[in-house]
């Protein structure tokens, strides 16, 4: 059974950073491609960023391009996203997703609780 936990977010000051973490357990973990998507209050659920099984492959939504990055350790289960240069426009609840093809398409069911990111002074 697929799980993901999401942990690291936070309150931050405008142009401050974060780092947010996906743990997973349940499955063949270096064979899913994660994606991190976020929901802000009153808003769609948006993709942010991706990342393939073997890390060959990631891509980004214009919104992180230049600011977020995302990582894996397939020992540890974990994806990784470096989000820098925070603005209010990224506070939101940040989640996880795990699928098995490439690109994400955020359409499975395996998602995380979410963690709640807010920025702001």
């Known amino acids: 059974q697929v799980q993901l936990v999401e942990s690291g977010g936070g309150l931050v000051e405008p142009g401050g950073s974060l780092r947010l973490y996906c743990v997973a357990t349940?499955?063949?973990?270096?064979?899913?491609?994660v994606g991190w998507y976020r929901q802000a209050q009153g808003k769609a659920r948006e993709f942010l960023a991706g990342?393939?099984?073997?890390?060959?492959?990631?891509n980004y939504a214009p919104t992180a391009k230049g600011r977020f990055t995302i990582s894996r350790d397939n020992a540890k289960n974990t994806v990784i996203l470096q989000m820098d240069n925070l603005s209010p426009e990224d506070t939101a609840v940040y989640y996880c997703?795990?699928?098995?093809?490439?690109?994400?398409?955020?359409?499975?069911?395996?998602w995380g609780q979410g963690t709640q990111v807010t920025v702001s002074s």
């Open positions: 997703n795990a699928e098995r093809v490439w690109p994400p398409t955020g359409t499975t069911d395996a």
């Open positions: 349940g499955f063949s973990f270096e064979t899913y491609t």
């Open positions: 990342i393939s099984g073997a890390a060959t492959r990631t």
